[in-house]
C-alpha cells in the first residue's frame, strides 16, 4: 500500500544477501526472471544486454587484485532519488518501506533510472516502462506474508528478507550477529539491501 | 482474486521451514494467487491445494548428473502450456540432496525451448549437414531396424554400440540386442579418479560418489580442480558448516563461481595437483603433523617393498605361499600384515631371502615415501605449481590444525597425469587419518535401492525386475575393457574401432548416442566428426538439439525428467536415501516424446521379436508408450519399492506414500567409525594402499606412491604466445541440456579467459577478438576474450559445455545465436587416453594471436 505523506511505514522490509554464502549459481537471477517476468525467459534485455532479471550479477577484483562478485538489485532506498525524481508520483515508497512504481501513473520516462545511483532498472520491451525489485509477482507474495523467488531459490542459504523492525525477524538477527554492509553508503540513500560479509 | 474454501490443514508436507513461502512466488508469478494461500510457515495444506486444483509432485533435477531433489506444483486442470508448473527445490531440510542452482533452473526454459526436439528426424543432407525431415515413430523404427540388422547380420552385435552420459538405467535395455558394448562417458568425466580409489582403497570405494568430505560437520576442505558446483545439497550443507566456522579452500587454474562464497582460491599452474598435495605431505611428516597411529594401522605404509617395487609377500618367502599375505616388521621379526594385535613399525630396512634362495633388498613403504618426497619440499613445489611457499606451508598446517581433508574429486580427467594427482591427495588424507569421523572424509552406504531394472546373470540371461526372462549367451567383454583393462568406460575405443586405431579387436559400425553430446564430452573434434562419418548407422536420442544430432542418421525425440517418473537411490549423501521423481507435467504441445525404454523395445521387436516378447513387452505396448510407462515400467517400479522396502524392513505401500508425499526418504542417519577401523578397505592389503600395489603388480608402474610429471597428453605451451587452455563448470550452464539454456549465454559467458598480466604482455584488451590454434590439432577458431584475474597466467580457460555450438539450429532460433559463439575445448585437446587407466583429458594447449 502507498505510503501517504508524513506517516512512517509499518514494517521496513529489507533484502540480505550474504556475500560468504553465495555460491553464485544464478539460481536467484533466473527464478526472479521467471517469477516476474516469465515472457522475458527467451528474450534478451537489451539495455543490460543480458536476462531479464531484477538481480544483477557484477563482477569486479579487490585491491589485492582478487576477484569478486556481487549481486544487486533495487536497495529500496529509504531516501531514494528515484521516489524524488519521479515527476509524475509513480515511484513511491510502500508501507511495508519497499520502493514500488504504479504502472498506472508511469509513463516511462526513465527519469528514475537515470536518478538511480545503483543503476539496477531495466526497461521493459513490450511497456515501455522500468522494472526493478520487487517485481508484481514477488510483490503480491509479500503481500501473502510470503518470501520472494530469490529468496526461496537460494540452494546455498544466501539469501533472506524480512523486516528490520521485528528485532525476532531473521534478518534482525542475522544483522546483529554479523558484519554487513550497505552499498554506496555515504551517498545518503539510506539503501535497505545489506551485504552480509561473513557466515559465522 | 477469486475465494477458495479452505478444507483444514489435514495433511502437510514440507515445502519450506524457513522458506515455505516461496512456493508462493511462483504461484503468484502464474497468476496463481489463491494457491499462495495454501502455503504457511508450517507447510503447505495438501488436501487444500487438490481441491483447489492443484497438485505437488517431487523429482530429481537431471540438468545435470548430480540429480537434486526438485519439487514441481502443478495445476492439474490446465494444458501442458508452460504456465501449468512451476518448480523449485526440495524444500525440507531433512532431503539431504536437495535444492536448485542455476541449471536446475533452466528446466522450464529447456521444456519449451525452441532446440527442443520433438518429432523423429531422418537426415537428408550430409552428415553435419543439419539438414532432416520430419517421420513417423514407425518409419524411424523400421529404417533404424533395417540398418541394424543389416550390420549384424555381416559382423555380429557386438558391431553396435550404444554411448550415454547419465541414463544408464534406460540404456540397458538395449542389452537386449546382447552387444556388449554399452559404454558411459566416464574417461571423460571421473575415471582418473575412480582408477585411483580403486586401486588405493578397493573395489566399492572407486565410485565418484562412494567417498566424500562429511561436509554437515567439516572444519576445512581442501578442493584440488572441484568447484563443487553440483551437487546443489552440499553447497547447503557447506554453508550451514561455514556459518559454524568451517572454511573451504579451491585449489584450481581458474577461480570457481563457488569460491566467491568466501571460499579461498589457490591459483596453480594446470596439471600440477600432485606436485601440490606431495607438498603438502612433505610438510605434514617433516613437521610432524600426520596421524601415526592411523598410519602404521590403516595404511600400508608400514608394508614392506622389494627393491623392483614389488611388495614382499608370503609367496616370496615360502614355496605356494599367499601372494596376498603381506609382510611388515614388527620391531623384531618381519610378520605377516595379518597378525593380531599388529602395531607395525614405520621405518625398516633389510634383507630378506627368497624362496628360490636369492636375497633381496626391502624397506618400508614410508621409508620409500620419505626418500620420494625429498622431490617435493614446499620451494620445489612451489616452482612447479607457482603457489607461494607460504601458502603451500599454511594449507598444510590448516589441515591439520583444523582437522580437515582434501576433497577427492568427481570430474577429474583432465591433463593426463589426473589419476596420480588422486592418489597423492589421498595420500594426504591418509597422513590426516580423519576417515570416517565428524567432518571427516566418510563412506557412502548403500542406499537399498534395488539395482537395475533389467541385469544380466552370469550365464548371460537377462532378468527384469517384475520377473520376464530371456536366456542370451554372455556377451563378451565390452571393447573398452579389452583395451583399457582399468577403465570404468572409455568412448575412444569406439573411435578407435571405428577408425581401425590403437590395434581396436574389431570393427564398430553402428553408434547410438543416448543423451550425450559427444561433441562437448569427448576429446578430439576432429577424430569424432572423423568416427561420425565413418560409421554405417548412427541414432540419438536426446531433448535437445545437440549439435551431435547433425550427424546423427536419426534422431528420436525422447522425453525429459519432468515428464517421467523414476526410483533412484540418492548419490550424494551418507544417511542412506531413496528418491521419487514424479512426472511433473506433459511434454509441451507438439512434443511427440517418448521414453527411452519403449524405444529400446521397439527397435528390439523389429529385429527379435521372440527376446522382447520373452521380457513381457505386449502388442498392447506397440502404439502406447503411456500405457508402457503405466503399466510394464510401474510393475518394475513397485517390485524395486518392494525391495527397497524389504532391505529397510519397512512397509511397501507406506515406502512408496512417503517417496510420493516427501519425494525422498531417509532410513538412517550417517553412521561414524567403521571404516576402515571396523571393516576394512577392499585393497589388496585392506589397508588405504599409499603405496597402491595392484598397478605395481600389473606392471603399469614401477613404484606404487604418487608422482607428479608433466601432462602426457598434450604439448606443453613453450613460448610467450603459447597458453594451456582449460575449463571447468560453471553453475549456471555448464550441462549437456544447461549449456543450450537461454539464461546461460549471460551468467556463464563463453568468452575465453585470460589473465590480465597476459593480455598487458600481448596487448589484447578486455572483450577483443583472439585467434586460437590447436598447438597438437592444429584446429583454429576466433573467440571473444575476457581479461579476468580469475585465470592462472599463462593460462587460458573456458566454461565447459557453453562455447563452439556449430549447429546450425542456433543461428535459425532468435535469441539463442550467441549459444554458438566461444569455443569448444575439445577442438584442441588431442584425444590421448591413458594407456593403463583409459582414462581421457579435457585440457590441451593453444597458440594465441590478436585479431585486429
Known amino acids: 500500500m502507498r505510503l501517504r505523506r508524513g506517516q512512517e511505514p509499518t514494517r521496513r522490509l529489507a533484502h540480505v544477501w550474504n556475500e560468504a554464502n553465495c555460491t553464485a549459481c544464478g539460481a536467484c537471477i533466473i527464478a526472479c526472471t521467471a517469477t516476474n517476468a516469465p515472457e522475458m525467459m527467451h528474450r534478451k534485455e537489451k539495455g543490460w544486454n543480458s536476462l531479464a532479471s531484477n538481480i544483477r550479477r557484477i563482477e569486479s577484483q579487490n585491491a589485492q587484485g582478487r576477484p569478486t562478485m556481487m549481486l544487486s538489485q533495487c536497495q529500496h532506498c529509504e531516501d531514494a532519488p528515484c521516489v524524488h525524481t519521479c515527476p509524475f508520483g509513480a515511484v513511491h515508497y510502500t508501507t511495508d518501506g519497499l520502493v514500488d512504481i504504479d504502472e498506472r501513473l508511469c509513463i516511462g520516462c526513465s527519469y528514475c533510472v537515470a536518478a538511480c545511483p545503483y543503476n539496477v532498472r531495466w526497461m521493459h520491451p513490450e511497456t515501455g516502462l522500468p522494472n526493478k525489485c520487487m517485481g508484481s509477482a514477488c510483490l503480491e507474495l509479500v503481500a501473502a506474508n510470503q518470501q520472494p523467488a530469490c529468496v526461496q531459490a537460494c540452494p546455498a542459504n544466501a539469501r533472506d528478507f524480512g523486516d528490520l523492525n521485528d528485532p525476532a525477524s531473521s534478518v534482525s538477527q542475522t544483522l546483529r550477529r554479523l558484519p554487513n554492509r550497505v552499498l554506496l553508503e555515504t551517498a545518503g540513500t539510506k539503501p535497505k539491501y545489506f551485504i552480509v560479509e561473513s557466515s559465522s | ?160 554400440a550404444f554411448t550415454r552420459h547419465n541414463l544408464s538405467d534406460e540404456i540397458s535395455w538395449f542389452q537386449m540386442l546382447n552387444t556388449p558394448n554399452l559404454i558411459s562417458q566416464a574417461s ?135 601372494e596376498d599375505l603381506f609382510k611388515v616388521y614388527d620391531g623384531a621379526n618381519i610378520v605377516d600384515h595379518d597378525a593380531d594385535g599388529l ?62 581433508v582434501v576433497e577427492d574429486t568427481w570430474y577429474n580427467t583432465r591433463n593426463g597425469n589426473d589419476t596420480d594427482a588422486v592418489m597423492a591427495l589421498m595420500t594426504v588424507n591418509g597422513l590426516l587419518g580423519n576417515f570416517d569421523k565428524p567432518g571427516g572424509l566418510c563412506f557412502r552406504p548403500g542406499h537399498g ?35 583399457y583393462p ?37 576429446s578430439n573434434t576432429k577424430r569424432i566428426e572423423e568416427m561420425l562419418r565413418n560409421l554405417d548407422l548412427v541414432v540419438t536420442t ?99 519399492i518392494e525391495g527397497l522396502a524389504e532391505n529397510w524392513g519397512r512397509n511397501p505401500a507406506q515406502v512408496k506414500e512417503e517417496l510420493l508425499r516427501e519425494g525422498f526418504i531417509t532410513f538412517r542417519d550417517i553412521e561414524y567409525g567403521n571404516v576402515p577401523y571396523k571393516r576394512s578397505f577392499a585393497s589388496p592389503s585392506g589397508k588405504l594402499e599409499i603405496y597402491a600395489f595392484h598397478p605395481v603388480r600389473k606392471g603399469y608402474r614401477e613404484s606404487g606412491l604418487a608422482r607428479h610429471f ?46 590480465p598480466q597476459d593480455a598487458a604482455r600481448l596487448q589484447i584488451a578486455d572483450g577483443a577478438q583472439v585467434e586460437l590454434e590447436g598447438l597438437d590439432t592444429g ?35 532468435e535469441g539463442f545465436e550467441a549459444l554458438g559463439k566461444g569455443v569448444n575445448p575439445h577442438w584442441f585437446t588431442t584425444g590421448w587416453i591413458d594407456p593403463h587407466t583409459g582414462s581421457a583429458f579435457n585440457n590441451a594447449s593453444v597458440r594465441i594471436r590478436r585479431v585486429v
Open chain 2, 486 to 522: 582399468e577403465t570404468n568406460g572409455t568412448f575412444h575405443a569406439v573411435v578407435d574401432s571405428v577408425l581401425g586405431d590403437n590395434n581396436a579387436p574389431y570393427r564398430i559400425r553402428g553408434l547410438f548416442v543416448v543423451d550425450a553430446t559427444l561433441f562437448h564430452r569427448d
Open chain 2, 542 to 640: 536426446d531433448i535437445i538439439h545437440q549439435e551431435v544430432c547433425d550427424w546423427s542418421d536419426y534422431v528420436l525425440p525422447a522425453d525429459m525428467f519432468l515428464e517421467r517418473r523414476k526410483l533412484r537411490g540418492v548419490g550424494w549423501t551418507f544417511s542412506p536415501t531413496a528418491a521419487m521423481a514424479q512426472a511433473v507435467t506433459a511434454p509441451p504441445p507438439g512434443a511427440d516424446v517418448r521414453p527411452m525404454e519403449w524405444m529400446a523395445f521397439e527397435i528390439v521387436r523389429r529385429l527379435y521379436p521372440d527376446r522382447a516378447s520373452a521380457l513381457g513387452y505386449e502388442e498392447r505396448f506397440y502404439n502406447d508408450p503411456k500405457l508402457f510407462q503405466e503399466e510394464y515400467l510401474g510393475a518394475i517400479e513397485d517390485k524395486r
Open chain 2, 188 to 322: 571423460s568425466c571421473n575415471t582418473a579418479g575412480v582408477v585411483a580409489r580403486r586401486w588405493m582403497m578397493g573395489s566399492g570405494f572407486h565410485h565418484h560418489a562412494a567417498v566424500d568430505p562429511d561436509y554437515d560437520n567439516c572444519r576445512f576442505v581442501l578442493l584440488p580442480g572441484r568447484t563443487l558446483s553440483a551437487p546443489a545439497g552440499a553447497q547447503w550443507r557447506l554453508a550451514r558448516a561455514k556459518e559454524k566456522g568451517a572454511k573451504v579452500a579451491f585449489l584450481n587454474p581458474a577461480h570457481p563461481d563457488t569460491a566467491y562464497g568466501g571460499g579461498e582460491w589457490i591459483s596453480c599452474k594446470p596439471a600440477t595437483d600432485a606436485a601440490f598435495m606431495l607438498g603438502l605431505a612433505r610438510i605434514l611428516i617433516d613437521e610432524n603433523r600426520f596421524d601415526e597411529n592411523f598410519v602404521r594401522r590403516y595404511t600400508n605404509l608400514p608394508y614392506l617393498i622389494k627393491a623392483d617395487g614389488q611388495p614382499l609377500s608370503q609367496a616370496d618367502l615360502e614355496e605356494g605361499g599367499d
Open chain 2, 1 to 160: 482474486m477469486t475465494t477458495i474454501e479452505r478444507t483444514g490443514m489435514k495433511r502437510r508436507t514440507f515445502l519450506g521451514g524457513a522458506t515455505a513461502a516461496g512456493i508462493g512466488a511462483a504461484l503468484v508469478s502464474k497468476g496463481w494467487g489463491d494457491a499462495a494461500t495454501f502455503f504457511g510457515p508450517d507447510g503447505a495444506d495438501i488436501e487444500g491445494l487438490k481441491q483447489a486444483g492443484y497438485e505437488v509432485r517431487h523429482t530429481l533435477c537431471l540438468q545435470c548428473g548430480a540429480q537434486c531433489g526438485l519439487t514441481g506444483l502443478v495445476k492439474t486442470d490446465a494444458p501442458a502450456d508452460g504456465k501449468n508448473f512451476v518448480i523449485f527445490g526440495n524444500q525440507n531440510p531433512a532431503h539431504p540432496q536437495r535444492g536448485m542452482c542455476g541449471r536446475g533452473a533452466t528446466a522450464p526454459s529447456t521444456w519449451n525451448s525452441p532446440l527442443r526436439l520433438k518429432k523423429p528426424l531422418r537426415r537428408v543432407g550430409e552428415r553435419g549437414s543439419g539438414e532432416f525431415e520430419e517421420i513417423s515413430w514407425d518409419q524411424a523404427f523400421d529404417d533404424i531396424a533395417a540398418r541394424m540388422k543389416t550390420i549384424i547380420d555381416e559382423d555380429g552385435e557386438r558391431a553396435l
Open chain 2, 449 to 483: 535401492v534395488p539395482g537395475g531394472s533389467l541385469s544380466r546373470g552370469s550365464d548371460g540371461t537377462l532378468k527384469t525386475r517384475h520377473g520376464f526372462e530371456l536366456p542370451l549367451p554372455p556377451p563378451g567383454t565390452p571393447i573398452d575393457k579389452q583395451m
Open chain 2, 779 to 813: 584446429w583454429v577458431a576466433t573467440t571473444r576474450v575476457k581479461v579476468t584475474p580469475r585465470v592462472h597466467p599463462g593460462t587460458l580457460f573456458t566454461y565447459s559445455y557453453v562455447g563452439g555450438n556449430r549447429q546450425p539450429i542456433l543461428q535459425q532460433s
Open chain 2, 343 to 404: 602395531m607395525p613399525v614405520l621405518s625398516y630396512e633389510g634383507a630378506v631371502t627368497l624362496a628360490d634362495g636369492t636375497e633381496v633388498a626391502v624397506r618400508t613403504a614410508w621409508d620409500l615415501l620419505i626418500e620420494h618426497l625429498a622431490d617435493y619440499s614446499p620451494q620445489q613445489v612451489a616452482q612447479i605449481t607457482e603457489v607461494p611457499v607460504a601458502t603451500i606451508v599454511r594449507i598444510a598446517r590448516t589441515l591439520h590444525t583444523m582437522q580437515g
Open chain 2, 710 to 755: 608433466d601432462p602426457p597428453a598434450f604439448t606443453l605451451p613453450s613460448s610467450n604466445r603459447e597458453f594451456y587452455m582449460t575449463n571447468g563448470k560453471s553453475p549456471s550452464g555448464s550441462s549437456a541440456v544447461a549449456g543450450l539454456a537461454f539464461s546461460t549465454q549471460y551468467l556463464a559467458d563463453n568468452s575465453v579467459w585470460i589473465n
